[in-house]
């Protein structure tokens, strides 16, 4: 992780931490990485073996499956990271614990691990194409997309306006027939760039405050479990909000009105 500032309450420190930094190593965690067609064979398993082909070449709504069809599968995956989280948030927590020598690092990268499982999954339901077939963890692809989700999780100003304008179909339909209403790569990469500072800053304030949960004995690892209980299922759900807008109520005015609202975004805005 890269320092560039540092907030200190009594003895602790936390440096700036860099959401890129966090997110090539995050990729590198074991299971963080979602393949695909096997998530995808997994969630529609009870389906006949036609539908789950077009599925897996189209996508489950360019192949049908239903809007409250898709929610359901996509609520239950929040619901179970939710409680793996929090579980292991808990554990991590506690002082003198397994990973009591890099505790608030460990902590903050299994959330973020957490974090990058589900907006996977949520996003492989909703129609996006493999995230990992042509490129390595660290590829700007996978990272740029990765980051606007990230943002949308978290709330992060200009990130679901970001994330709807590049996955929705007639958002990319409109990008070819009316070229000056595209989503340009300089307003594309200044906001990634500006959403991952945001998500930077975010993230060293949640490591902070985790960590000072930790010197409360006994307690800081229930502490530690409940912060990310109550965070993690309404990222999930933002991000569900989002991707379904975006292939189920996406209209060519919705999308004229996000691309209007991320151009006229400063960094100052994106908070």
Known sequence: MTANTSTTAGNHVTRQIEFNDVLVNALKVPGVKIDRDSFLRNQFKTKPQEFV??????????????????????????????????????????????TMAATIPADIAQFYAMDLRMAQQIAYIYGEPDLFRNGLPDDDLVRNQLTVFCGVMFGVAGAASLARAATAKIAKQMMISLPKKALTKTLYYRLIKSIAKVLGVKMTKQVFARGVSKFIPLLGGALSGGMTYAMMRPMGNRLIDALETAHFAYTEEFFKEDLSNLES??????Q
């Open 53 to 98: 082909k077009d599925i897996l070449s189209e996508g489950p709504v360019a192949a049908g499956a239903s809007q409250d069809e898709l929610r359901t599968l996509a609520r239950k995956i929040v619901d179970t990271t939710t409680l793996q989280s929090s579980g292991m948030s808990f554990l991590t927590g506690l002082p003198g614990g397994f």
């Open 265 to 270: 975004l400063s960094d100052e805005d994106l």
